[in-house]
């Protein structure tokens, strides 16, 4: 690989035992995946923040890194962590576990980490052609197929080292000639005008295009220009938990889509989508039965959906045996609370959450039970990292006009 | 009988010793207890050469690789047929030696190896 003079030094110890290793990961998964040289970035995104998922090995390598000292050369935000004072029906979590998950997010800060979100891209916006170094799929999602800034997939641990070097490797989603699309697929009609336009909807179909896709980059056509900006974060959420996918080209959002014209795209491998594969799905998970608890914000809600829920809460209040959590950013949660909109959430018996994410968080040892949510990301992973027995789909307005037509 | 495979070096080290087959994919975060050093509920993996065909799931992984020596149930090295990048991360951070590129075919069988010994991007299995 071509490395610069600097990079030379740091690799060399000039800087120290610890970044010399740091770069070595980056040069190493670099070269085995092709790239010739590293490139510098603006931003990293790191992700195994819970301690549930990173156990005392990552809580001793991320307090290593703090302790050695080395900081964040570039800009640097982090994946939210597992909740830990919160009380479901009177449970709450054991004392070892908060400090650990405490000690985790301590030493991020110390090292540079400006905030614990899934939605990075609300904090701090990449431009079109930015090199960044990100992990959390639907972050890399977003920032490739939204923003069309560019990074990989990356794991948690190479996003931390990439953070105190400033660079990673020049490969994968970095290169022109690897971003390109290698299947169309075709959405029967715009969704837009039909019964399938909300978030429920969208995440489906993200999964269902991220399961036929594989490995290929998808160029998407029939998801309308005018998508709100909660169905298109669970549309590419979806996207990402059925595939490894890091970018996806949708046409009319995605700025890279006016680069392909049909002579191209009428090469490509075709699939289509059907109305009806999403409608199956969203009935094969439908809400039978009341659950213990509602969470939307997977991935974390924005400002504006806030505004949004509030409005679909008009004056109700809630039934006292069902939680609902709204999950979001300390950065959007202030923003709130200075306008004075977190009172009116908590007058209705609706918690707004911050920093955390409920899918990785113990919600077995919380004794929860059965969650309706209205993500398919959420869907898919509450059941498998955070063992709850039971999951649904159901919207977040519908969700709250039944609860407030029926009770519960 | 002496087999000899051409590898790929990906982590440095002259390793010899007993060897452990894996025949599937593993997802180093689920399948590997690092605090025990226990694979797939059965198998140590400490001072053994482990052969994997390959890494699947989650990206905290490389944590996991790292915590085997921070536990002092590391391997003595990790072959594979194609490294990944989780993988490669947690065998710099942990000093394991990784080396890839052997044929699929490798894995078939679940087993243990008697004797293995890598050197110069050569593995030789004794079997």
Redesign the interface.
């Known amino acids: 690989m071509y490395l610069t003079k600097e990079e030379e030094r740091i690799l060399s110890g000039e800087e120290g035992e610890f970044l010399s290793?740091a770069l070595?990961?980056i040069v190493?998964?670099g070269e085995?995946?092709g790239a010739n040289r590293l490139v510098p970035i603006s931003h990293a995104h790191i992700?195994?923040v819970s301690y549930l998922?990173?156990?005392?090995?990552?809580l001793?390598?991320i307090e290593e890194v703090a302790n050695e000292g080395l900081r964040a050369k570039v800009f640097t935000t982090a994946n939210p962590y597992a909740v830990m004072d919160i009380k479901f029906k009177g449970h709450h979590l054991p004392k070892e576990f908060i400090t650990k998950q405490e000690r985790v997010i301590k030493a991020l800060i110390k090292i540079g980490a400006k905030a614990f979100t899934c939605a990075p891209y609300y904090v701090r916006r990449p431009r079109k052609g930015e090199h960044l170094a990100w992990?959390e799929s639907n972050a890399v999602l977003y920032a490739n197929s939204v923003c069309g800034a560019r990074t990989n997939r990356?794991?948690?641990?190479?996003t931390l080292?990439a953070s105190l070097v400033g660079r990673t490797y020049f490969g994968g989603l970095h290169k022109d000639e690897l971003r390109k699309p290698r299947k169309l697929i075709i959405v029967d009609k715009e969704l837009k005008g039909t019964d399938i336009n909300d978030e429920v909807s969208y995440g489906v179909l993200g999964y269902l295009i991220g399961e036929v896709s594989g490995t290929d980059i998808p160029y998407v056509k029939g998801v309308p220009r005018n998508i709100s900006e909660l169905s298109l974060r669970e549309f590419l959420a979806g996207v990402g938990t059925s595939s490894n996918l890091g970018l996806v080209i949708i046409e009319g959002i995605s700025p890279e889509a006016r680069l392909y014209n049909d002579q191209y795209l009428h090469k490509l491998e075709r699939v289509n989508i059907e109305l009806n594969d999403i409608k199956k799905f969203i009935k094969e998970h439908e809400c039978t039965e009341a659950p213990d608890l509602y969470i939307a914000g997977c991935p974390h809600l924005s400002y504006d959906d806030l505004m949004k829920f509030l409005k679909y809460l008009s004056n109700s209040e809630l039934p006292k045996n069902v939680d609902v959590w709204l999950i979001t950013s300390d950065i959007v949660r202030n923003e709130l609370e200075s306008n004075g909109y977190i009172e009116e959430f908590r007058r209705r018996g609706v918690k707004v959450i911050t920093n955390v994410c409920p899918v990785v968080s113990p919600l077995a040892m919380l004794g929860v039970k059965r969650v309706a949510t209205n993500s398919a990301k959420a869907l898919y992973y509450l059941s498998r990292l955070a063992h709850v027995k039971e999951v649904c789909l159901i919207r977040f307005s519908e969700f709250i006009k039944r609860l407030v037509t029926h009770g519960n | 009988m002496v087999i000899k495979y051409r590898v790929r070096t990906?982590?440095e080290g002259d390793v010899e010793g007993k060897g452990l087959v894996i025949n599937q994919a593993v997802s180093l975060?689920g399948d590997l207890d690092?605090?025990n050093g226990v694979l797939l509920g059965k198998y140590f993996v400490k001072d053994l050469i482990l052969f994997i065909p390959y890494g699947k799931g989650?990206?905290?992984?490389?944590?996991?690789i790292?915590?085997l020596k921070?536990?002092s149930n590391p391997p003595k090295a990790i072959v594979m047929s194609r490294?990944d990048?989780?993988t490669?991360?947690?065998c710099?951070?942990a000093d394991i030696p990784l080396f890839?590129g052997l044929p699929i075919e490798f894995f078939k069988k679940e087993r243990m190896i008697e004797r293995v010994r890598i050197k110069d991007n050569i593995c030789e299995v004794f079997e």
Do not use: C
């Open positions: 290793k070595r990961v190493k998964v085995v995946l992700s195994g998922n990173i156990g005392d090995a990552g001793k390598f992990a990356e794991g948690g641990p190479l080292l | 990906i982590v975060l690092p605090k989650s990206t905290v992984g490389s944590y996991v790292y915590g921070k536990y490294a990048a989780v490669i991360t947690g710099i951070l890839d």
